[in-house]
């Protein structure tokens, strides 16, 4: 029973394109490399630098801070918040650098307590993701990914715009 | 027989984070949105612009040509590169916008074409991607989603800081 039990799994993961503790590795391995960007401003220009009109990286760091959050909540028991401290897409950066970081490496820890606990068959349920998104979780799971990958890129012009060298994106 | 192999896909499926469909149509939505881009830019600063010594955008965009080309048929066949017309990440941007867009598309077209002869079990393989990059086939292609959403959001701040709006993220 037990030999079969285990070919049983190695059958599922080799025909399974990535499985849950492989892409909780891959989200945070992307969020090591964000936090390496947060880290990387001068705290000022952190706060006040932007091009175009966009928002400074503090607040776009924010945003991934305020959509993982409550959304690794909504990924494992459907329930798109987070209380305390209270956060989501809107709430503000913390005044310093130190405290962003400390609130990133909340979250971090956060994820890796929560992630274990969704259920395989969790990422083909329909969900309703911060009661403003429909979809099936895997979906609204890559969208939070793809966010953070999209507005760290950002954050990546700033810092050349700056004269500062960015982390190489494969070190994760 | 017909209905107990019905529910084993099914329970298959539930199980799966993502399928390799799903996950096609995940890149392909990637892609589309990233063509957007390339046809926001005035085909004069598609080639030319840049902020702090980065890239113009035809060449970020000829990157990711340049490496999904290649990349299909290497997650498919383990063949890393690209033949008619000859692509790899050094390959130039051509001449004009038009011929980009276009070569953009015969990309779209070849993934469609090969994606489903990709074995499931492929995604757990190890190779080395464009003779470089050792890993399981599932990382080595989220690695190159990855780097297109990365350069894509680059341009959204080219697109910005030439006061032009860019498509919107979640348009796919």
Redesign the interface.
């Known amino acids: 029973m037990e030999t079969n039990s285990i070919q049983a799994t190695d059958t599922?993961?080799?025909?399974?394109?990535?499985?849950?503790a492989?892409?909780l590795e891959?989200w945070q391995g992307?969020r090591k490399l964000s936090r390496k960007v947060i880290e990387a401003f001068p705290e000022e220009q952190l706060y006040a630098f932007s091009?175009?009109?966009?928002r400074p990286f503090a607040q776009l760091a924010m945003e991934m801070i305020g959509l993982a959050a409550p959304g690794i909540r909504g990924v494992a028991f459907g329930d798109w918040t987070f209380g305390e401290p209270q956060l989501d897409s809107q709430t503000p950066p913390p005044a310093t650098k130190k405290e962003l970081l400390d609130l990133w490496d909340l979250v971090t820890e956060y994820i890796d307590h929560i992630w274990p606990q969704i259920p395989?068959?969790r990422?083909?349920e329909h969900d309703n993701a911060y009661g403003m998104y429909e979809g099936p979780i895997?979906?609204l799971f890559?969208?939070l990914v793809?966010?953070e990958?999209?507005?760290?890129?950002?954050g990546?012009?700033?810092?050349?715009?700056?004269?500062i060298e960015p982390p190489a994106?494969?070190d994760r």
């Not at 599922?12 to 849950?20: D, F, K, N």
């Open positions: 599922e993961i080799s025909a399974t394109v990535i499985s849950p492989e892409l891959h992307h091009i175009g009109g966009m395989a068959a990422f083909h895997y979906s890559l969208y793809d966010n990958i999209h507005h760290r890129g950002q990546y012009v700033y810092l050349r715009a700056l004269g994106f494969w």
